[in-house]
């Protein structure tokens, strides 16, 4: 009876190791395809852009693509296999991750699914040109700074937003920022001149209207604040030297501002203003043109905007620092000069 036993057993484990062989080796294969890691002990994470609209299968197409795991089909499996258990509501939102080959294909879902995106932060600053911005974007890694400055310069975008200008110096207030990928350069640039324009008109309603009763358009009062950014440090500061600017602009004098030569310059770095400066004519010699220079300097603070527009009750035509650093202020030319040379 045991011989006849032994006998069935060894005809049938032929037939269970033909079938359970190739299952463990299909385990096996699965396994290493489908569930290991990309690269075990893996220290760097990898960036990713999910568009808008991607199916299942070109996400892990693109998973693959970047060898954060090791197989487009089996991921596409592990993501197919999640959608069907959730019922429908698996769903993975479009945007920028970084995620770690080290991590298993499953484990890489379940970060997608947290929808645990990278923030591209930046701060604009108070005196900053827009390359200076250009600048602090590339820094964050949003995009790369010539990129970012065909955006800025973009003759469309400048009329679509009715800038007037070529470029958008002035029209960028200081503040944090953030964003997140897939956003193109552009919506970056308008979002930024948007929330700008719609933080003066909160913080400033008396802009226009101000600009107006001075007369001087919006775009002449964002030109003038940027050289107050520039020439005076505190607030009333820039006040004082605003009510020597609009005085001067009153009387049809040239302004003489420093600041505004050097930004011609700006392309040359550290330039030391030389005197034969003042004397060559271009659209930001402030000491030959008696008006503004043809565009902002910098982009300028809410304070030196309410400067530009609410100028000190003064008469004074002239200023400037002592060896103190302090603001001497003088009615007449002759005045002035006395002052200065005692400096």
Known sequence: MKDSSLSKIGNIAPYYLAITIPIFIALVIVNLIFLRPAEVGAKDSISIIIPEETDLEKIAELLA????????????YLLKKAEA???????????EYELSPALSPKKIIEKLKEGDKVVRTFTIRAGQTYEDIANSI????????????????????????????AHPEGYFLPGNHTFSRPITAEKVVETLILSSQRDI???????????????LTNYDILIL???????????????????????????????????????????????ILQ?????????????IKPSLPATPICNPSLESIRAALFPADTEFLYFFRDRKNE???SLDEKTYKEKLSKR
């Open 138 to 165: 590339a820094e964050s890694g949003l995009f790369e700074k010539p990129e970012i400055l065909s955006a800025m310069t973009k003759r469309s975008l400048m009329i679509k937003l009715r800038l007037g200008a």
């Open 201 to 215: 008109s909160t913080k400033v309603p008396e802009f226009t209207d101000r600009a107006k009763s001075l007369k």
């Open 275 to 287: 005197e034969s400066d003042k004397l060559n004519p271009g659209p930001y010699n402030t000491y």
């Open 65 to 76: 693509e970047k060898n954060i795991v090791r197989s487009a089909f089996g991921t596409s």
């Open 85 to 95: 258990k959730s019922g429908g509501t698996f769903k993975i939102n479009p945007g």
């Open 225 to 271: 604040a940027s050289l107050l950014e520039k020439t005076g440090f505190t607030e009333s500061e820039k006040a004082k030297i605003s009510s020597v600017y609009h005085n001067r602009l009153a009387l049809y004098m040239p302004l003489e501002n420093d600041k505004a030569l050097l930004y011609y310059k700006k392309n040359i770095p550290n330039y």
């Open 327 to 329: 603001l001497i202020f």
